[in-house]
Every structure is written in structure tokens, then in C-alpha cells.
């Protein structure tokens, strides 16, 4: 947190105003946007998915953050829609909870702390990843739950297995971005920056 809350801090990244060291544990007193919810909450709200529209607002701010993380040396190693806040009068998104997050660094993991179920193929084959193509694995999945308001993958088989089916509702290019997303080769996704180039996000 402390690394992600210097002074060129991000708006999309919820702020550490404070901390003490504690006997036993480090108490931290964390900014606090109002109203807000999670956005799995948010999306429960609506129906269970979002537009694309407003995907797109969230999706760009999401990406936002993840580039400050990383320009940080932060890898948050557990992006999904419970980790982000949004605000619901203004829609601004927040990513909360480093919990499970390491230094961001060039050469592959051998340990996955956040949410299995939004881990890389990669780690579910040879035990090892490295964090740029996982983060963008995790931004294809939060994308597709966003839009779809459920899982692409049900279980580790189906997560090796890549095969991505979508609602009718959902647009080509947003198809097109997700499975850009998800390909089963890490080497062959998008990075954060080519994500921000594509033609979904850069529609009005």
C-alpha cells in the first residue's frame, strides 16, 4: 500500500492515509469513498451485468490503476470485481485490497496467493507465471464477468481448456478485446497498453 500511495498517487487506487506499528500487526487507516459499493455488488444491483458502456468507463480506470501499480513496482495479484470500489453517484472505481500482492518483478512466480479461480492457465500447467500476462489474464476474466455476469471458466479443466462462449447481448469487438484477453498462451495476450488501443475501449 505504501509504495502505491506516494505522491503521484493514482485516483483509481484506494489511498493509504495513515498507518501505525503496532505490537502484533500494522493498523492502517485507508481513504473511505461515500456512497460505495463493490462492484460485484454493483453488478448484483443491475441485474447482474453492466452495459458495455459503463464496462468501458470501469475497464478504463481499472487499467489506470494497474498501470500505476506497476509503474510502482506493485504486482496486486488479485484483480476481480470484489477488489474494486465504485463510487455510485459518480461511478469512479477504486482498487482496494493488496492483501495478497508482491513486488512486481521480470522473472516467473511460483506461487499464486490471490483467487484460484481467476489464476492463469500457466500456473495450472507448469506451476510458474509471470505477472504482466497474468494481470492481463485477470482483466480479461473481470471484463467477461462484468458484461456476461457470470465466470467464463467453472473449473481448473475449463481454465486449461480456454474455451470462451458469450451471450448474444455481448458486442463482436467487446468478444474480440475479452478473448485477446484470454488466450491460452501467455506470450500470445495483449499487454495493459495494447488493451487501451483496442477498438472497444475506444469507442464514445
Not at 73 to 92: F, S
Not at 124 to 134: D, I, K, Q, T
Amino acid at each position: 500500500m505504501m509504495l502505491v500511495s506516494h505522491e503521484s498517487s493514482c485516483a483509481n487506487v484506494l489511498k493509504l492515509m495513515d498507518w501505525f506499528n503496532g505490537p502484533n500487526e500494522y493498523i492502517m487507516i485507508l481513504e473511505r469513498p461515500d456512497p460505495c459499493q463493490d462492484l460485484f455488488q454493483f453488478c448484483d444491483g443491475k441485474g447482474g451485468f453492466l452495459s458495455e458502456g459503463v464496462a468501458r468507463h470501469v475497464l478504463v480506470q481499472v487499467l489506470r490503476a494497474l498501470r500505476h501499480c506497476r509503474h510502482s513496482g506493485v504486482y496486486h495479484r488479485d484483480l476481480k470485481a470484489e477488489n474494486l470500489l465504485i463510487r455510485t453517484d459518480t461511478l469512479e472505481v477504486k482498487l482496494i485490497d493488496f492483501g495478497c500482492g508482491d513486488k512486481w518483478k521480470d522473472s516467473p512466480y511460483v506461487e499464486y496467493s490471490g483467487t484460484e479461480d481467476f489464476a492463469p492457465p500457466e500456473f495450472f500447467l507448469s506451476r510458474e507465471y509471470l505477472a504482466g500476462p497474468a494481470t492481463v489474464w485477470s482483466v480479461g476474466l473481470t471484463l467477461y464477468e462484468l458484461v456476461c455476469g457470470y465466470m467464463p471458466f467453472r473449473d481448473k479443466r475449463a481454465t486449461i481448456s480456454g474455451c470462451l462462449i458469450f451471450p448474444s447481448w455481448v458486442s463482436p469487438d467487446c468478444c474480440s478485446l475479452i478473448r485477446q484477453c484470454l488466450r491460452r498462451k501467455a506470450a500470445d495476450r495483449l499487454t495493459l497498453e495494447q488493451i487501451e488501443l483496442h477498438p472497444w475501449l475506444q469507442q464514445n
